[in-house]
Antibody, heavy 116, light 111 residues
Framework: EVQLVESGGGLVQPGGSLRLSCVAS????????MSWVRQAPGKGLEWVSV???????DYADSVKGRYIVSSDKFKNALNLQMNRLRVDDTGVYYC??????????WGQGILVSVSS | IVMTQSPLSLPVTPGEPASMSCRSS???????????VDWYLQKPGRSPQLLIY???LRAPGVPDRFSGSGSGTDFTLKISRVEAEDVGVYFC?????????FGQGTKVEIK
């Protein structure tokens, strides 16, 4: 059974940094396309970033240059380093396994609050 | 690619059918014949779950009362007989290009 468990969220001031982690079981992170998707309070879903199986990455324009996605092979984890955080980065962040074109497994989500 | 859903709110009666629409700003039909649109359900307080992928294929464990149809830029999700557990927000998403983009969601609630 696939499980994805996010951690590392919390309250941070604008301009600050946070590092999210998503530990996987039932799949190998580096053998799968893995994405981060976020959801602002009461809003819809926004794709944030992807780590491809060849190690390449891609980002939404809204986070490009501020966020870095990576993997930790030993922990079987997907990480998201978030820098220069803004108020509009607030929301629940989900990690998700991308199978072909679809997100077929999601974590439970972790809340990131950016506020002064 | 912009995804537009309608209606945004859908009151439903248990046992009755329900239908919602998703329109994309460009064709999601791949040369392989598949339409790269998914449907997800986010139940209250829960993570999204995959219902339908490539337009019409049900994800494992999804009841057969859910069906997806459409091609090109117009897609539909139908529930043949709504059950109380089907309440939540339904999102469509295009899987053709990065960045993946989602519709605004259709909120389904019991009348």
């Amino acid at each position: 059974e696939v499980q994805l468990v996010e951690s590392g969220g919390g309250l941070v001031q604008p301009g600050g940094s946070l590092r999210l982690s998503c530990v996987a079981s039932g799949l190998t992170v580096t053998s799968n396309y893995m994405s981060w998707v976020r959801q602002a309070p009461g809003k819809g879903l926004e794709w944030v970033s992807v780590l491809n199986t060849d190690g390449s990455t891609d980002y939404a324009d809204s986070v490009k240059g501020r966020y870095i996605v990576s993997s930790d092979k030993f922990k079987n984890a997907l990480n998201l380093q978030m820098n220069r955080l803004r108020v509009d980065d607030t929301g629940v962040y989900y990690c998700a396994r991308q199978s072909e074109s679809s997100f077929d497994h999601w974590g439970q989500g972790i809340l990131v609050s950016v506020s002064s | 690619i912009v995804m537009t859903q309608s209606p945004l709110s859908l009151p439903v009666t248990p046992g009755e059918p329900a239908s919602m629409s998703c329109r994309s700003s460009q064709s999601l039909l791949h040369t392989n014949g598949y339409n790269y649109v998914d449907w997800y359900l986010q139940k209250p307080g829960r993570s999204p779950q995959l219902l339908i992928y490539v337009g019409s294929l049900r994800a494992p464990g999804v009841p057969d009362r859910f069906s997806g149809s459409g091609s090109g830029t117009d897609f539909t999700l139908k529930i043949s007989r709504v059950e109380a557990e089907d309440v939540g927000v339904y999102f469509c998403m295009q899987g053709l290009q990065t960045p993946r983009t989602f519709g605004q969601g259709t909120k389904v609630e019991i009348k």
